[in-house]
């Protein structure tokens, strides 16, 4: 079984945001740009299937600029075993990259999708879902286990009272979320070796895609800044200071 990951190039989720002047985004020039963190563990995951012998390729996928390459390269340092990059400099929503993804999958005829519960730079958790659409494939959301069976697999789903598990043909869309395991480091000689491994381009016309926003961002604000704290000298001074001048009690 091929397994299909979505990589996505964000802005490294250690930088701290800047909102840009005129209010149409964040800054990102001369940022340090790293693969979403939910997209390190789909590969991570859908590597440990292939080491468990429950896959036999994985296929890493990201959609956005030529420097979208990096990120590629680092899942293949990882040690996934092809890139494809669908390169276009405009910012594609999630409705298509959803859509030219489902393009890819139509191509590459994955068994299993395994796509980030959502990208951190514009956290909109749609991605997923609308591909799961798009396919007419069963969805496994916000995944902390996955476990291939036979035509099918089981994932655990964090929901807000605990976990459930539900079971899905085969193929399928899984999202991942964050405690579904700890990714690995590329090691340098597999930086190295990644270097040579293969990667296609492709541009969204090759899919009949059409990535023009069909959103205007109105305005991007900073949140306010926290009002510095002040200490009290006993636990009835703390009540009261609640009482009338937090209003929380
Ligand atoms: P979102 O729906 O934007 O929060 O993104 C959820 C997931 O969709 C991400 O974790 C990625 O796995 C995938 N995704 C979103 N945008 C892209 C993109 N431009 N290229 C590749 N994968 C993407």
Redesign the pocket.
Known sequence: MKIL?????VVDFNVKIRVKADGTGVELANVKMSM?P??EI?VEEALRLKEAGKASEVVV????PAK?EETLRTALAMGADRAIL?ETEDQ?E?LA?AKI?KGVAEAEQPGLII?????ID???????QMLSALLGWPQGTFASKVEIGDGKVNVTREVDGGLQTVELKLPAVV?TDLRLNEPRYASLPNIMKAKKKPLDKKSPADFGVDTRPRLKVLKTEEPSGRKAGIKVKSVAELVEKLKTEAGVL
């Open positions: 990951v979505t990589v996505k190039r979403n939910f997209d789909s996928v990201s959609i956005g979208a669908v594609v999630p990259v993804v796509v980030g519960k959502q990208a514009d956290d909109s958790n749609q991605t997923g999202t």
